[in-house]
C-alpha cells in the first residue's frame, strides 16, 4: 500500500512538473513523464509514412514552431524561415552547441566538426574555413578543379559510347566525380582504376547501413543499443570507424613520413588540406600553442569534411538528375537559357554566370529543396534562456530548424510535392527560404565547394548531353522516410547523348 502511495505521488510530481514546463514552451502533443511523445512520435511516423510527413503534420495543427518531448527533454522544432533566421542567425551565439545523438558522441569523442562542441569545434571550424579559402575555394581554382574532373568523367563516358550513347549508373558516376573534387581538396588525390573499386564498396556499405540512423538510434544512450540492439550497434560502429580510417588513410602515411623526416611540408603554400593540417600541427607545437591539432582530431575532421562533401552532394546529384529525367521539359528549358549563356555551348558554363542563368538557379533551388538531404536536421543546445514566437525557452531545452518540414511547408512553397522551378522565377525572395546547408553558426562549412560543384555540373552536364531513363523512370520518392537522413533511388542508369 505504502509503495503504491509512494508510485503515485511520484507520478503526480513528475506529471505537474511536466505540466509547468510544457505550459511555457511552444505547443505541441501532451506528453507522458519520463516517455513524452516517444509512442506518439513512432505512431505519427508510421501513419503518415515518414518522419517528414509527421513532423509536418505536427506543423500543420500546431504551428511553424512546436515541442515533442524525447523523453524528459523539450525539443523545439521551427518549420518557418522568418523564425529559423530569428533564433539562430540574429542570436546565433546561444546555440552554437550541438545535442549530439549519443551514438555519434561515442564515436567522435568531441572531436572533429560535425560531433564536436565548445572551442574543439570553434576551433576547428575557423581553421577549416581559411584553409579553404587558401586553397581557392569560391574563387577561380575551385572552379577549374571541379572542370577539370567533370572533363575527366566526361572524356570517360564518350570513349564508352556506342552509336553516340553511353548508359551511366548515376550513382557510381556522382560518388566518384564529387569523391575526387573533395579528395583533390582534402589529401591531393583522386580516385583511380587501381583503388575506385575499394571506393565504391565502402560507399555501398555505408548506403547499406543508412537505415539504423533513426530517431530511436540518434536519441537512445550508447548502453541501451549494446544491450538492446547488439549487432545493430556493432554495424553503426563498424561502418563510422571504417569511413573514418579510410579517408585518413593519407593523412596518417604522411604525418608518419614526415616524423621520419621522408616528407617536407610546404609552409607558405599548402597544396591541399592535409598538409595546411599539419602545418599548423607545427606551428602549435613550435610555440607551445594550442593542443587541439592532434592526428586524431586530424582523422575526425577529415571524415566530417568528407562525408559532409562527398555523400551530401553526390546524393543531391542523384535526386537532381532523378527529378530532371522525370520532367524532360525542365531539362529543355534550362538547356535552352544555358546556350545562350555559353554562345550555342560554345565554351563551359562558369560559375561568373551564376547572375545571368535564372531558370538553371530556380533548378538548382527546387533540386535542393526535394532532394532536402536531412529528414531530422542537428539539434542545438540553448545555453540562455531565448523567446520564440513569443514563447520562453529555457536554457537546457534543445531546439532545431527542423529543414525537412521546412522545405514542405506549404505556406511558404505551395504544392511541394510538386517539382516546380517557375516557383522561384515567380518570387525570387523563396530562393533564399531553401537553406539544405544548414542556417546560423553551424551551417556547413563546405558549402561553397557544394554550391560550386551542383552549379558546375549540371549546368556542364546539360549543356553536353541528352540525358533519358534507360528504361523505367526513377522514382523520386525517398527509399529511406524512416531514417533521419534522406535516400534517393540509386538503383537508376541513364542514357547520355552526346550533343
Keep these: 500500500m505504502i509503495f503504491v502511495l509512494l508510485l503515485t505521488t511520484f507520478l503526480a510530481f513528475l506529471i505537474v512538473k511536466q505540466y509547468l514546463n510544457a505550459r511555457k514552451l511552444p505547443p505541441g502533443p501532451i506528453s507522458l513523464p519520463l516517455i513524452g511523445n516517444i509512442h506518439q512520435l513512432i505512431y505519427y511516423i508510421w501513419r503518415e509514412k515518414g518522419v517528414v510527413p509527421a513532423f509536418d503534420l505536427f506543423r500543420k495543427i500546431y504551428g511553424d514552431v512546436f515541442t515533442l518531448w524525447l523523453g524528459p527533454i523539450p525539443h523545439v522544432s521551427i518549420c518557418d524561415y522568418e523564425t529559423s533566421q530569428e533564433v539562430f542567425v540574429k542570436n546565433g551565439n546561444k546555440f552554437k552547441d550541438r545535442f549530439l545523438p549519443p551514438i555519434f558522441e561515442h564515436v567522435s569523442g568531441n572531436l572533429g566538426l560535425v560531433s564536436a562542441n565548445g572551442e574543439t569545434w570553434a576551433e576547428m571550424r575557423r581553421f577549416a574555413l581559411l584553409a579553404f579559402r587558401t586553397m581557392g575555394v569560391g574563387r577561380d581554382l575551385m572552379e577549374e578543379r571541379i572542370l577539370n574532373e567533370l572533363n575527366s568523367r566526361c572524356a570517360e563516358i564518350d570513349a564508352d559510347a556506342v552509336n553516340g550513347k553511353t548508359i551511366v549508373h548515376t550513382s557510381d558516376f556522382f560518388d566518384i566525380t564529387v569523391g575526387n573534387v573533395i579528395n583533390s581538396v582534402l589529401v591531393g588525390k583522386r580516385f583511380d582504376d587501381h583503388n575506385k573499386e575499394e571506393f565504391l564498396k565502402l560507399k555501398g556499405r555505408l548506403d547499406s ?169 542537428f539539434w542545438r543546445i540553448n545555453h540562455e534562456p531565448t523567446t520564440v514566437k513569443g514563447y520562453t525557452v529555457d536554457s537546457g531545452s534543445v531546439i532545431t530548424a527542423q529543414l525537412g518540414a521546412l522545405h514542405v511547408n506549404n505556406d511558404i512553397f505551395k504544392n511541394p510535392e510538386n517539382f516546380y522551378p517557375e516557383r522561384f522565377i515567380e518570387n525570387e525572395k523563396l530562393l533564399n527560404q531553401v537553406i539544405p546547408f544548414g542556417i546560423g553558426k553551424r551551417s556547413c562549412v563546405g558549402e561553397n565547394i557544394a554550391k560550386s560543384e551542383l552549379y558546375l555540373m549540371i549546368g556542364n552536364l546539360l549543356l553536353r548531353y541528352n540525358i533519358k531513363a534507360h528504361g523505367s523512370l526513377p522514382s523520386t520518392e525517398d527509399q529511406l522516410p524512416y531514417s533521419a537522413g534522406k535516400l534517393p533511388d540509386k538503383t537508376v542508369k541513364l542514357e547520355f547523348v552526346k550533343l
Design 209 to 377: 547501413t543508412a537505415e539504423l540512423f533513426t530517431i530511436f538510434d540518434l536519441t537512445v544512450p550508447v548502453w541501451i543499443l549494446q544491450k538492446v540492439c547488439p549487432v545493430r550497434y556493432a554495424r553503426m560502429i563498424e561502418v563510422q570507424e571504417e569511413i573514418i580510417n579510410y579517408v585518413s588513410r593519407e593523412a596518417q602515411e604522411r604525418y608518419e613520413q614526415f616524423q621520419k623526416g621522408e616528407y617536407t611540408l610546404n609552409h607558405e603554400d599548402p597544396q591541399d588540406f592535409v598538409e595546411a593540417y599539419l602545418v599548423k600541427m607545427e606551428e602549435e607545437k613550435e610555440k607551445g600553442g594550442s593542443s587541439m591539432y592532434t592526428l586524431e582530431c586530424l582523422k575526425h575532421v577529415i571524415g566530417d569534411l568528407w562525408l559532409a562533401g562527398q555523400d551530401t552532394t553526390a546524393t543531391t546529384l542523384v535526386s537532381g538528375f532523378n527529378q530532371l529525367v522525370n520532367h524532360p521539359e525542365v531539362m529543355k528549358k534550362c538547356r535552352e537559357e544555358l546556350m545562350k549563356l555559353t554562345e550555342n555551348g560554345s565554351r563551359p558554363l562558369s560559375l561568373k554566370d551564376r547572375a545571368e542563368s535564372h531558370y538553371l538557379n530556380a533548378v538548382l533551388a527546387e533540386i535542393q529543396r526535394h532532394a532536402s538531404i536531412l529528414n531530422v536536421n
